[in-house]
């Protein structure tokens, strides 16, 4: 800090300083939430090609690494039966990592704790997830699922679960 700085000049300096460190420590979450918006913008029929691209390299990735010797037509019959699964997945993993990039930076940059801490993150990834689906409803192909939404709300919930009961091992282990 400029020592030759007025106390108002340093108050906002340190005020800027502290502004930019919490702009910093909540851009995964941004981040993520372009990505899920991304991802839901594409048409239907893109998705499924992705999915099923993912699903077939997935069958094939296992299938040289353990030497299953799986034929082509069998690398597509699987890979077509494991497309929903990736898809609820994806679900899943997008709103758990949403969820916890909001819950670590109000933990480590805020300093929250008990329901000031889990509340806003989960939802507000609840939020966002509805919101993400009533945007699909704009794409085409696509459409409102409040499947999806359940299964986005579980992956949010999960990782304030698991975030509470790792802080909670930690306490306990403090106080022992």
Sequence with gaps: MNQNLTPA???????LKRIAG??????PAVLIMI???????????????????LSY??????NLIFGLKMTRAKLIALSLRMENDLRVVAHFSEYFLLSLSLLLPLRLKLKKTGRSLFLPPVLFS??????????QLSVPGRAFELKDLVIDSCGALLAALLT????RIRSNRRSN
């Design 9 to 15: 000049a340093v108050s906002a300096e340190s005020r």
């Design 22 to 27: 919490l702009t910093l420590a909540f851009l």
């Design 35 to 53: 990505a899920i918006f991304w991802l839901s913008d594409q048409p239907a029929v893109q998705s499924s090609r992705q999915s099923r691209q």
């Design 57 to 62: 390299r997935i069958v094939s990735g296992f």
């Design 126 to 135: 609840m939020f966002y997830a509805l919101t993400d689906e009533i945007h």
């Design 164 to 167: 509470f009961l790792i802080l």
